[in-house]
């Protein structure tokens, strides 16, 4: 089993960045391949990007360009940076761990508690 904890979330001004982490405790991500998902109020949890155990990358379209998933060689992390962020990315952001790369919740096995995101106008 792996457990996921998200930090680096906060209060931002739209146009800026964000550097959120997930990070591993329990197993290693080395079997995993991993995601960001968000979640804002009212609205369905959505994909926002995956990394591949080799480290091929999936973006939804509308963060593609201003997000940038990665893994840490050490396998305990990911990252997921944001750039030139938007109110409307407003969001609790959760890390998964699946065996494979999906915009479907129900690909993951593994879900960390989320952190909240906010991105003021």
């Known amino acids: 089993q792996v457990q996921l904890v998200e930090s680096g979330g906060g209060l931002v001004q739209a146009g800026g960045s964000l550097r959120l982490s997930c990070t591993a405790s329990g197993r290693t991500l080395s079997s995993y391949n991993m995601a960001w998902f968000r979640q804002a109020p009212g609205k369905e949890r959505e994909f926002v990007a995956g990394?591949?155990?080799?480290?091929?990358?999936y973006y939804a379209t509308s963060m593609k360009g201003r997000f940038t998933i990665s893994r840490d060689n050490g396998e305990r992390m990911i990252y997921l940076q944001m750039n030139s962020v938007k109110p409307e990315d407003t969001a609790v952001y959760y890390c998964?761990?699946?065996?494979?790369?999906?915009?479907?919740?129900?690909?993951?096995?593994?879900w960390g508690q989320g952190t909240q995101v906010t991105v003021s106008s």
């Open positions: 998964a761990a699946g065996g494979t790369v999906s915009p479907a919740t129900t690909a993951y096995d593994y």
């Open positions: 990394i591949t155990r080799p480290g091929g990358t």
